[in-house]
């Protein structure tokens, strides 16, 4: 069973940068791949990165490249997204999922069962 939840977000001036953790309490953490979205207000969910059970591959939306990294400690059962240069544009509820890499690597959300509570990253100018 996997059990999301994230923390890490908060108040950053643009330029800045913040570290999301997502850490699962269940005991399968390391087979699943794992995946960051995110949610502006009066906008829909889109996908933000995504990591592969083993780590070995990464996928990124296109407006975060060379900005966003993400990564994973499956010891410590937690999947990061380090962001640097954050822009006001990032200002979102970020949440973090898990499931299959053959969803998560095109950015597929709607077969993803397991979600976060989401945490507040807002970017001021």
């Known amino acids: 069973q996997v059990q999301l939840v994230e923390s890490g977000g908060g108040l950053v001036q643009a330029g800045g940068s913040l570290r999301l953790s997502c850490a699962n309490s269940?005991?399968?953490?390391?087979?699943?791949?794992m995946g960051w979205f995110r949610q502006a207000p009066g906008k829909d969910r889109e996908f933000v990165a995504a990591?592969?059970?083993?780590?070995?591959?990464?996928r990124y939306t296109d407006s975060v490249k060379g900005r966003f990294t993400i990564s994973r400690d499956n010891a410590k059962n937690t999947v990061y997204l380090q962001m640097n240069s954050l822009k006001p544009d990032d200002t979102a509820v970020y949440y973090c999922?898990?499931?299959?890499?053959?969803?998560?690597?095109?950015?597929?959300?709607?077969?993803?069962?397991?979600w976060g509570q989401g945490t507040q990253v807002t970017v001021s100018a």
């Open positions: 999922a898990a499931g299959p890499w053959g969803s998560l690597r095109v950015g597929l959300s709607s077969d993803l069962t397991s």
């Open positions: 269940g005991r399968t953490f390391s087979i699943y791949s």
């Open positions: 990591i592969s059970y083993a780590g070995g591959s990464t």
